[in-house]
């Protein structure tokens, strides 16, 4: 495959993820392309760009993001060279990557093979299974109907775990005890399903009590190269959602951490994993650890990453999808004894959501904003500015804090200082719960499993 320097960069995202990107292409001196929706008419990010179009304007405000032949017809007629899909929207949509590669247009991700594989988490498991990775143990096929459900659930025993198949963000997942609680939960995961992923494939699966999420990052380019570069503990997650993640999972047994290594380089290599990606899996309190799915897009928390391997992973996947090798200099990567690992990082997602109100998403104008900073803080926001409108529309991501020390104790410190400083008036935010958990000594001994945070009630005082 032969190299291609790219001209100009489309973003099909917005907010912090946007901006992000642009960064990246300033970086390699690469012009930007912005959409936006009638509803980001005055948000930050489009202004970031050296050009910016309204997409969309008969659609709804998700809608415009997600509208695949405007985005292309867009980034034909202004002679764009690739595009970035950032995360969420359309970034593990295999039809999009497929309509980029008939336009003649770069995806900045995998191809549309990878991501119609890993879009299926049964697939996904297949894919593991095959490479001898642990899974956990489940179905291996759709579930024809809740009576079949039921029947598994009794021979796993319980508790249990009924997924979508093409879910994701936490949604499409429910947890049962009992067999009574089967069949309502298949029919209320299977509703869910058809709404929100257009796949109506359930599943079931043991489910694991008081397991770690620890997930792996990878690159990969259009060589055959694969490294892994590290890993980050995303534990700390309320109702399935990471709030605040580190890096490296430091508690987890080292004999553990070089497993996954392995593990998540077998499954990318396996499928010949391009650009940036994530293995994701669950790792129980004696060290065993199972594949749960594989996410073919950066990541909300890829900061953590960055900070302690000193690695830019979005201008690592612009580089590879120009067909640059991963031994480029700007990623260094020329084989995996070139990982460097540095001291620890924490990311805390500030959002505008109150956690008095049951973390009710507020909105409104910010009438005084400040930002934390110093040495080793880095801020990623969209909308954090004094006079910025946070509207319904979208997520409530506000700013992600990343902070970077040589201890974990001390990046404990930093990162309550950095979100101390973060000054925000005129809507709520999470604040005094990230603080609640960074101070809380469970998380300072590494000992938080994924249901700390549902199971800890003083957090939300
Ligand atoms: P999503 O694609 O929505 O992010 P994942 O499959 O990555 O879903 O799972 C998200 C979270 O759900 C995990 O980090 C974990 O907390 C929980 N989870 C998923 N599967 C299981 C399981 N079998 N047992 C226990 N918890 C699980």
Known sequence: MAEHSFGKVLVANRGEIAIRVFRACYDLGLHTVAIY??????????????EAYLIGENKSPLGAYLDIPAIIDLAKRRNVDAIHPGYGFLSENADFARACEEAGIAFIGPSSKILGQMGDKL???????????????????????????????????????????GGGGGRGMRRCDSPEEVKPAFELVKSEAKKA??????????????????????LGDQYGNVVHLGERDCSLQRRYQK????????????????????????????????????????????????????????????????????????????????????????????????LKMNGYAIQCRVTTEDPANNFAPDTGKITSYRSGGGFGVRLDGGN??????????????????????????AVCRKALRAISEEHVRGVKTNIPFVTNILNHPTFRAGKCHTKFIDETPELFE
């Not at 929706?37 to 050296?50: G, K, V, W």
């Not at 297949?126 to 009576?147: E, M, W």
């Not at 992923?197 to 990878?218: A, C, M, R, T």
């Open 37 to 50: 929706s009638n509803e980001d008419t005055y948000s930050l990010f489009r202004t970031r760009a050296d």
């Open 197 to 218: 992923f257009g796949n109506e494939d359930i599943f079931i699966e043991k489910y694991l009590v008081e397991p770690k999420h620890i997930e792996v990052q990878i």
């Open 243 to 338: 709030v605040v993640e580190f890096a490296p999972a430091w508690s987890v047994p080292e004999k553990t951490r070089q497993a996954l290594y392995e593990d998540a380089v077998k499954v990318a290599k396996h499928v010949g994993y391009v650009s940036a990606g994530t293995v994701e899996f669950l790792v129980d309190k004696d060290g065993n650890h199972y594949f749960i799915e594989m996410n073919p897009r950066i990541q909300v928390e890829h900061t953590v990453t960055e900070m302690v391997t000193g690695i830019d992973l979005v201008r690592a996947q612009i580089l590879i999808a120009e067909g640059k090798p991963l031994s480029t200099p700007e990623i260094g990567m020329a084989s995996q004894s070139d």
């Open 123 to 165: 697939t996904a498991k297949a894919i593991a299974h095959a490479c001898n990775v642990p899974t956990i143990p489940g179905s291996t096929q759709p579930l024809k109907d809740g009576d079949e459900a039921l029947e598994k659930a009794i021979s796993y025993g319980f508790p249990i775990i009924l997924k979508a198949a």
């Open 384 to 409: 954090a500015y004094t006079g910025a409108v946070i509207s319904p529309y979208y997520d409530s991501l506000l700013v992600k804090v990343t902070s970077w020390d040589s201890t974990f104790e």
